[in-house]
C-alpha cells in the first residue's frame, strides 16, 4: 500500500500550530518539534500530517508554576 499522504513544509506546519514561519523554523532548530520524515532536500524538512496528529508539543498545557501568588495586603494585617 503506498503513503499517498502530501508533506507538509515549514508554511503548512506553521498554519497548522498558528504561528508564523519563523517561528515553525526556530521550533525546529531547538528541538521542539517531531522529526521530519523527509530530508531529502537540504533546509527544507518535510512532515507527513499523521505526524503532528500522533505529537503533542513538549510544555503545552496550565503551568501552575507561572500562576500569580497572592499577595499579602500589610495593611490587613
Known amino acids: 500500500m503506498p503513503d499517498d499522504q502530501p508533506l ?3 508554511t503548512e506546519v506553521a ?5 508564523t ?4 523554523r526556530s521550533r525546529k532548530s531547538r528541538g521542539a ?3 521530519p520524515d523527509d530530508e531529502s532536500i537540504p533546509d ?3 512532515w507527513k500530517p499523521t ?4 505529537w503533542k508539543p513538549v510544555g503545552q498545557g496550565y503551568r ?3 500562576a500569580a501568588k497572592p499577595t499579602v495586603d500589610p495593611a490587613a494585617r
Request: aromatic letters at 12%.
Open 21 to 24: 514561519v519563523g517561528a515553525a
Open 64 to 66: 501552575t508554576d507561572l
Open 33 to 35: 518539534l517531531p522529526a
Open 15 to 19: 498554519a497548522h500550530l498558528g504561528i
Open 8 to 10: 507538509w513544509g515549514y
Open 44 to 46: 527544507r524538512p518535510r
Open 51 to 54: 505526524t503532528f496528529a500522533k
